[in-house]
């Protein structure tokens, strides 16, 4: 049972542009979100995330939405710069003290300059 | 910033020997998480640890697998009889708590079992 989906294994996007990257989850009990970015042989990076009594949250040049009644949420990056192309992460969790992540995917997202 | 740190970066292992592979957390949190990532899959979720008891566990994280704090600062990952099928990128990762709620990783430690 796959509860976090991102149905876009990859995207490609011209600088100056805005990337949106899209998520997807089935479990009505996750409250919290986050987004990571990872670089290959490092570790996810925490991007931004969102609390479900929210249906936006701002940082620079991420934003992310969230759409509770489609189980959606979606990071839109503008500009899009080369140095974001990396693969993201969404991930899930109840935010109980010690809430585990549960991961997407990944959406392999490449900016050409 | 304070960051989580791994080692070894890379740990080769003949089947069957026992590994443990380290992680020094962000020293003011206070959740520890171990995932693993095997090559072109997703990053899954294997074990959280709180005041020194794990919280909850996946059912890959079977009687193999073990973690422990044997001090104030590092957290590890057992595995007593490594199987080929552990081989994988696992992560350490950490969490303040309170209204916190984003988990911080380390680099990641690459296991190859042989």
């Known amino acids: 049972d796959q509860q976090v989906k991102q149905n876009s294994p990859s995207l490609s996007v011209q600088e100056g542009r805005i990337s949106i990257l899209n998520c997807d989850y089935t479990?009505?009990?996750?409250?919290?979100f986050l987004w990571y970015k990872k670089y290959p042989a490092e570790g996810p990076t925490f991007l931004i995330s969102?609390?479900?009594?929210?249906d936006k949250n701002e940082d620079g040049r991420f934003t992310v939405f969230l759409n509770k009644s489609a189980k959606h949420l979606s990071l839109h990056i503008v500009p899009s710069q080369p140095g974001d192309s990396a693969v993201y992460f969404c991930?899930?969790?109840?935010?109980?003290?010690?809430?585990?992540?549960?991961f997407g995917d990944g959406t392999t997202l490449t900016v050409k300059p | 910033e304070p960051e989580v740190t791994q080692t070894p970066s890379h740990q080769v292992t003949q089947m069957g020997q026992e590994v443990i592979l380290r992680c020094v957390p962000i020293?003011?949190?206070?959740?520890f998480y171990w995932y693993r990532q095997i090559l072109g899959q997703k990053v899954e979720f294997l074990v959280s640890?709180?005041?020194?008891?794990?919280?909850?566990k996946s059912e890959i994280f079977d009687d193999q697998f073990s973690v422990e704090r044997p001090d104030g600062s590092n957290f590890t990952l057992k595995i007593r009889s490594t199987k080929l099928e552990d081989s994988a990128m696992y992560f350490c990762?950490?969490?303040?708590?309170?209204?916190?709620?984003?988990?911080?990783f380390g680099p990641g430690t690459r296991l190859t079992v042989t």
């Open positions: 640890f709180y005041n020194n008891e794990i919280s909850e």
């Open positions: 990762a950490s969490k303040k708590g309170g209204s916190w709620w984003e988990q911080y």
């Open positions: 020293s003011n949190h206070l959740y």
């Open positions: 991930a899930a969790s109840v935010s109980t003290n010690a809430g585990k992540s549960t």
């Open positions: 479990n009505s009990m996750f409250d919290y």
């Open positions: 969102i609390s479900s009594i929210k």
